[in-house]
């Protein structure tokens, strides 16, 4: 059965509510069948999953990888909550360098669907929380890249003051000085 699409205001971004059968067993959801995902636009062959656990408070991202080993992603969380960001860096976009910001839930069962030109983060609202995502292409070191979290110039409200951060994140570069390689 088909995931409900919910639109957001960047061109190919799609925010995914699949259809969950409860009982009192618990409850079932299909969160990937390549034929109905195909069937709504997205026909990417996803290569690769990961998966992440972090503690409340942790922020990973903005992170994306350069073609030619950009990547389209399906994202979604398996416990606890995130705070998701994603940035539009698509050359040309008339949404270029503005931001949606959405909440991931093991419990509202949102997933997002992230096309290659957009960089992507979150943060963690509780503690224990298992993110969980398909690539469409595979991790390769050379290609990664990302944006600062804290970039004025994106203005992103993340809802934590003190967010526990890697030391890579804190060197990524502001927007301003950004050679987006996507073009829309």
Not at 19 to 41: K, L, P
Not at 94 to 108: A, C, H, I, P
Not at 124 to 132: G, K, N, P, R, Y
């Amino acid at each position: 059965m088909a995931p409900e699409i919910i639109p957001t205001p960047l061109q190919g971004l799609l925010l995914l509510k699949p259809v969950v059968f409860s009982d009192n067993r618990g409850y079932f959801a299909e969160t990937y069948n390549h034929t109905v995902f195909s069937e709504i636009g997205i026909t990417e062959s996803f290569v690769q999953d990961n998966q992440s656990m972090s503690h409340k408070g942790a922020l990973r991202g903005l992170h994306f990888q350069n073609p030619p080993h950009a990547q389209s992603k399906l994202v979604r969380v398996v416990a606890g909550s995130v705070l998701d960001v994603v940035v539009d860096i698509r050359q040309g976009s008339l949404t270029y360098g503005q931001n949606f910001v959405t909440e991931l839930s093991d419990k509202n069962f949102h997933q997002l669907y992230i096309p290659e030109g957009f960089a992507h983060g979150f943060v963690t609202l509780e503690d224990h929380t298992i993110f969980a995502y398909k690539c469409s292409s595979y991790y390769n070191k050379a290609s990664e890249d990302g944006l600062m979290w804290n970039d004025p110039d994106l203005n992103i409200d993340w809802q934590v003051t003190t967010p526990i951060i890697s030391g890579k994140d804190q060197e990524l570069k502001y927007l301003r000085d950004f050679n987006s390689p996507f073009i829309n």
